[in-house]
C-alpha cells in the first residue's frame, strides 16, 4: 500500500528564508505525487504536481518541488518566504499499481513571521 | 462561479444523535469524496463514489454513511455508531481521466455537545 510521511510538522520561518519541507513516500512502483496548500480560512488547492517527466516541477506562487526517485522523496521548496506563505502544506501519492485516490501526509503547518 | 459547497460551516451533534453534511458540485465532475481531517493526522477517506448511485469504502467508513442519488450531491451522515465525530471534514471532486487531482470544499467542523 502507499504512504507517506512528512516529517516536519511544525515550521517557523522569518520572512525571506528559504524554505524545504519533506515528502517520502513508500511505493515501488510508477507514482504521482502532489503538493496541496491548505491558506488560513481558505480551501485545500492544489499547488503542484507531478506525474512525468522533468523531475522538477514548478508551481503557484513560486514554489517548486523535486522528484528524487532513488530517496523516495518529493520535497516542497521556496528559495524566499512571505507572510502570505502562511498555511498547511499537505503531501500526497497516488501509484498506478495502489490507488487513484491520493494517500495524503499528516501536513506541515508553516508559520512565517513578517 | 464553478466550484464545491459545503454546508453548514459548522455543526453540532448531540450524543445519540444522526446529523447530515451536505456537499455540493457544479464542475460536472464525476467523483466525489468525503475526507475526516484532524490534527496532525492528514486527512483520511471515508467513502468515495465514481458514479451516481455507487460509492465505496474509504479506510474510516465505520460510522459513516453516504449517498450519491444525484451527480452534483454527495451528502455525509455522521451517526450514533460514530464514537469520536468531532473533526473537520472535507468534501472533494475529481474528473473522469483525471480521478488524482481532486478539488475541495470549504470543509464543515462538526462538534460534539
Known amino acids: 500500500a502507499q504512504s507517506v510521511s512528512q516529517h516536519n510538522h511544525h515550521v517557523i520561518l522569518s520572512e525571506a528564508a528559504s524554505l524545504e519541507l519533506g515528502c517520502n513516500y513508500s511505493?515501488?512502483?510508477?507514482?504521482?505525487l502532489f503538493w496541496y496548500v491548505q491558506y488560513p480560512g481558505q480551501h485545500l488547492q492544489l499547488l503542484l504536481k507531478?506525474?512525468?517527466?522533468?523531475?522538477l516541477v514548478k508551481g503557484i506562487k513560486g514554489f517548486e518541488a523535486e522528484f528524487i526517485k532513488s530517496k523516495f522523496s518529493f520535497n516542497l521548496r521556496k528559495p524566499s518566504v512571505q507572510w502570505s506563505d502562511t498555511a498547511e502544506y499537505f503531501c500526497?501519492?497516488?501509484?498506478?499499481?495502489?490507488?487513484?485516490?491520493?494517500?495524503f501526509g499528516r501536513g506541515t503547518s508553516l508559520i512565517v513571521h513578517p | 462561479d464553478g466550484g464545491i459547497t459545503q454546508s453548514p460551516k459548522y455543526l453540532f451533534r448531540k450524543e445519540g444523535q444522526n446529523v447530515t453534511l451536505s456537499c455540493e458540485q457544479n464542475l460536472n465532475h464525476d467523483a466525489m469524496y468525503w475526507y475526516r481531517q484532524d490534527p496532525g493526522q492528514g486527512l483520511r477517506l471515508i467513502y468515495y463514489s465514481q458514479i451516481v448511485n455507487d460509492f465505496q469504502k474509504g479506510d474510516i467508513a465505520e460510522g459513516y454513511s453516504v449517498s450519491r442519488e444525484k451527480k452534483e450531491s454527495f451528502p455525509l451522515t455522521v451517526t450514533s455508531a460514530q464514537k469520536n465525530p468531532t473533526a473537520f471534514y472535507l468534501c472533494a471532486s475529481s474528473v473522469q481521466g483525471a480521478w488524482e487531482t481532486q478539488y475541495f470544499g470549504p470543509g464543515t467542523r462538526l462538534l460534539v455537545l
Open positions: 511505493y515501488g512502483g510508477t507514482v504521482n
Open positions: 500526497a501519492v497516488t501509484s498506478s499499481g495502489g490507488s487513484y485516490i491520493p494517500t
Open positions: 507531478y506525474f512525468s517527466g522533468d523531475p
